[in-house]
Nanobody, 122 residues
């Protein structure tokens, strides 16, 4: 069983920052890639970024470059998503997910966490 648990979401004002965490356990290590995906209300899921576990290489969707940074603490089996200069349109449920190969298509991801809500509002 793969267990992915996101945390760190909440309410933040426009222009603010937030760091999300995703703790991976169980058979999560069987998957080579872990990533972040978000889903805004009434919209399709949207890929943000992913990381290859073997070497820490990172990949970003073009629309997400600049304000989002994926990182990890390998010893804790945890990945992070640092978000800066947040905008109301960043309001969404943020998920971490795993898959076998590097992909910026959320449909390729196999195991998903339950998500954490991020709301950007004044």
């Amino acid at each position: 069983q793969v267990l992915l648990v996101e945390s760190g979401g909440g309410l933040v004002q426009p222009g603010g920052s937030l760091r999300l965490s995703c703790a991976a356990s169980g058979y999560a290590a069987h998957y080579s890639v872990i990533g972040w995906v978000r889903q805004a209300p009434g919209k399709e899921r949207e890929m943000i970024s992913c990381m290859r576990r073997s070497d820490g290489s990172t990949y970003y969707a073009d629309s997400m470059k600049g304000r989002f940074t994926i990182s990890r603490d390998a010893a804790k089996n945890t990945i992070y998503l640092q978000m800066t200069n947040l905008k109301p349109e960043d309001t969404a449920v943020y998920y971490c997910a795993t898959t076998f190969d590097v992909s910026l298509d959320f449909r390729d991801y196999i195991e998903w966490g339950q998500g954490t809500q991020v709301t950007v509002s004044s």
